[in-house]
């Protein structure tokens, strides 16, 4: 018999970031030879990963798992996508052959990744089922993604994958989403906990047209309606107004965090996971970082509620771990920088003041 989900001792055993190694980083950056804070984000993100390291200097992160959370999302059949809702299963196939874009991202960068079908209504290899919950999810601007039995299992099918990942070894972990209407279901989510309209949420997805953007509109209107009443119950959120590929990655986000393991947050859905984890564990997000802005509204509403401020702003919505990918040689840069670069006094410079 599986043992009943208590969230709050989950949450518990979520730890604060290493204040002394994020201090040491932060003095060595002070100390270097150039002017202060000169690489801008990098530095701060250089502090965050020391402190989630508990290293000083950080270590470059060089075992970077993204992990592709693939689902299928019965809202798609509303219409609110440009692609119909089996192009699910073809994305999947694509993805798993090597031939996605976000696949050569990865090679290009010195990540691996990993692809796992939560919910595609398709047959698809059977290692990569190993924490499949259903084919499907419900239409949630009508009905449940899925039961609450099964939003749990989903839910903890994602802590298992963390535990899975950070005992191989990773270092630094990127969710990915991958699955038509993704953005929907986020939008519904993000609309339910911030308590905002519909179309202060809605985006443009796949590149919708306005026919599309009506139908959305409405699906989300519809399906926050559904969800809004259970903002204050994330397990019964997940099941009414999410499905199971965002059912996991809520898990594994905080999971990540109880292993002390850094994450930077990909697309519109891992915001939304993110809010979700958060409202469970909000000392979790400490241990992530937005790596890219998508021009989802839903994310920007999410990220904002998180304290979290992108990276990147290069109009990327692939999905998958795209964007967070592009981010990855940044992080690495700056904590390369922070290691390998001369101090003041290695230099034998003197600072001057701004008084001369």
Partial sequence: MTA????????????????????????????????PDALGRLDELTVWLA?????????????TRVVVFA????????????????????????????????SSLARTVGASSRLLDLSVDASTPEELQTYKVRRGSGRI???????????????????AIADEEVDGGADLLIPGELGVA????????????????????????SGIDDRAWMRKVVAIRDGRRRARPFAADPMTLLAV???????AMTGFLIEAAVRR??????????????????????????WWRAAHRTGEPAQ???????????????????????????????LRAGVRACAETATADDANLRRISPSG
Avoid: C
Avoid at 182 to 205: C, H, Q, W, Y
């Fill in 141 to 159: 601007d009508q009905e449940d993604a899925l039961t609450l039995v099964e939003a749990e299992t989903a839910f903890r099918n994602g802590i």
């Fill in 300 to 330: 920007t509403i999410a990220l904002r509620f998180l304290g979290l401020e992108p990276v990147l702003d290069l109009g990327i919505r692939a999905g998958e771990g795209a964007g967070a990918l592009a981010v990855l040689p940044l």
């Fill in 261 to 286: 393991t850094p994450v930077l947050l990909d697309g519109v859905l891992s915001a939304a996971a993110a809010l979700v984890a958060h409202a469970i564990a909000p000392n979790a997000a400490a």
């Fill in 241 to 247: 107004g999410g499905g199971a590929d965002v059912a």
């Fill in 51 to 63: 402190g989630a390291q508990g290293s000083a200097p950080p270590r470059d992160p060089d075992r």
């Fill in 182 to 205: 993704s953005s929907t279901v986020a939008a519904v989510l993000v609309a339910a906990l911030t308590d905002s309209e519909p179309v202060k949420v809605i985006g443009r997805g």
């Fill in 71 to 102: 689902g299928e999302h019965g809202v798609a059949y509303a219409g609110v996508s440009a692609y119909p809702p089996e192009a699910t299963a073809w994305m999947f196939q694509l993805a798993n052959a090597g031939g996605s874009a976000v």
């Fill in 4 to 35: 009943e989900l208590d969230l709050d001792a989950l949450a518990a055993l979520v730890q604060p970031l290493d204040a002394e190694a994020s201090a040491a980083t932060r003095q060595r950056l002070d100390s270097l030879a150039r002017s």
